[in-house]
């Protein structure tokens, strides 16, 4: 074995025996809330696919005449060749849904993230940051060379406090909409109050809201019942509730225009396919047609929380489609993921650090193409698996 084999070898036993060892799930079809592995029919309860759009009809039939119309790759990064009217107007499309001036897309949401915040911030400038917020924020934070604040989880007290002390020349507040891995919502209007009493910039990164919360699906604020504008830079990705792939930021005219020309991680890269744009455009319209979709989450979270507290689990306050049971243990939370799949159920255990140290989980997520009866096989399983567990 080489040196780098030797070395990695090492490495990997180490991450095997803290139970932080990850293996990638082989998926034989498409997203739902049932899937098959191995020939294997399991119950979902794992994706972000939370409005069950990813195999869609509709959607896969706009993926397909996309394809016929622009053909298979975009062939270029947006600034030489690659942005069509497609692109275009999704771009235009998402900023009418929003409500805000313009929206630019960018072909993930980690770059998004990378991308804005190397570029609004650098050196003498300060970020401040939700110690619960998606790596991708973490990581463009610690990109720009900005100053890197961490306040404790949606503490605005503490951030009020920090910012007060702060002497940076720009001062950028980020956070998370809906918190990835707990499914509860940042304090959004105590933030903006914050951000605004501090004369600082606030970015929100609503992956995990947009078209999936509020009555007409623009996602936190939207719940909040405040204007998107309330923020200077809203993060929205499309492979989670719109169930297709990319990402957007929105903004003003200024924030577009100024991303254009620096946000390194847009200008050095290929544009997602038109034909994916032309499936998330349908999206789109399904995401403002049908809040059905929305409503029926509503009832099915509801459902399984007066379920998971008669079986005594430790759950998170969310009422979003996350709805985490806190186990703790790496190794407790992966043995509970394991003898649920063999109960047919796939849960996903999360562990550090994805999470913090200690904080290990079952992240369970809903979709609107499941159904109540669905969610008691869930109830079912995890039942059974805590009382496997007990004896073991
Ligand atoms: C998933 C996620 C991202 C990354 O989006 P991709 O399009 O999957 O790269 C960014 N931020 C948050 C909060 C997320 O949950």
Known sequence: MTGLGQNLKQRLSEIEGQHLYRRRKVLDGPQGVVVSMQGKRLLNFCSNDYLGLANHPEVVRALQKGAAEFGAGSGAAHLVCGHSKAHHALEEELADFLGCDRVLLFSTGYMANLGVISALLGRGDCVFEDRLNHASLLDGGLLSGARFRRFPHVDMQALDSMLRTANGKNKLIVSDGVFSMDGELAPLPKMAEVADKSGAWLMVDDAHGIGVIGDRGRGAFDHYKMNVGQADVLVGTLGK???????????????????????????????????????????????????????????????????????????????????????????????????????????????????????????????????????????DALDYTLVSQSDG
């Open 241 to 379: 509730g719109f169930g297709t792939f990319g990402a957007f930021v929105a903004g003003s005219e200024e924030l577009v225009e100024f991303l254009i020309q620096k946000a390194r991680s847009y200008i050095y890269t290929t544009a997602i396919p038109s034909s994916v744009v032309g499936a998330t455009r349908v999206s789109l319209q399904l995401v403002i047609k049908e809040p059905w979709r929305r409503q029926k989450l509503v009832g099915l979270i509801s459902h399984f929380r007066a379920g998971a507290e008669r079986l005594g689990l430790k759950m998170v306050r969310s009422f979003t489609p996350i709805q985490p049971i806190l186990i703790g243990d790496s190794r407790a939370a992966l043995e509970m993921s394991e003898e649920l799949q063999k109960q047919g159920v796939l849960v996903s255990a999360i562990r550090p650090p994805t999470v913090p140290e200690g904080s290990a989980r079952l992240r369970v997520t809903f979709s609107a193409a499941h159904e109540i009866e669905h969610v008691d096989c869930l109830l």
